[in-house]
């Protein structure tokens, strides 16, 4: 899975925690440290400092501003991030590893990521 | 839903984030502090602080303590839980709305809570 992030970029995602259900990762950066190119599955992002960040894929971004302390919902998407602010980014990721019962439609409660054209 | 700890231990336990596949809670309590029996569904948990907690169900209990920091599973199960640390608990759990295709054993990786007789 050349696209997994924890393979694409082991300097800022690690593997925290994995069973049959979900899988864990943990996110550290530096304000201006960029990823490169990778896939998420259905996940949820929980914030454990506020932080800037601007997620683009195939020509669209979207600037991301969280505080610490909120839960977001990452549907599965395909991105690079780019941390445009002032702090340190750190998050939890909880990957759910069986796909959706049903498609989530963007712009659904905590939809996070560019939306499709 | 009787056994909803949001319900039973509105003090403890409060809804962070909700849509069609999980629900997130935060728990925060104080030492000395219980909570009633109440149900979990599958859960990843991850703690915001170090604590030590007692978790009790049918007359068998389970010591748990754990760093800041750190990922656990919580399969689905019936308990009540005191705070018998020096330490606040404040914790994360993602619970998981989907059933599991095939049931966890007991003792799998991360397995939190008492262990059927």
Request: glycine share 8%; proline share 11%.
């Amino acid at each position: 899975m050349q696209s997994d992030p924890v393979v694409t970029n082991p300097q800022f995602y690690r593997v925290i925690f994995e069973n049959e259900r979900v899988r864990v990762l943990e996110y550290l950066d530096r304000p201006g440290d960029e990823t490169t190119q990778h896939r998420h599955p259905d996940s949820v992002m929980f914030t454990l400092t506020a932080f800037t960040r601007r997620l683009s894929t195939g020509g669209r971004s979207i600037d991301v501003d969280l505080p610490e302390g909120v839960a977001r919902w990452l549907p599965a998407q395909e991105h690079s991030g780019a941390n445009i602010g002032e702090t340190a980014t750190h998050a939890i990721f909880v990957e759910l590893k069986e796909p959706a019962p049903a498609p989530l439609v963007p712009g659904s409660p905590g939809y996070l990521g560019p939306l499709p054209d």
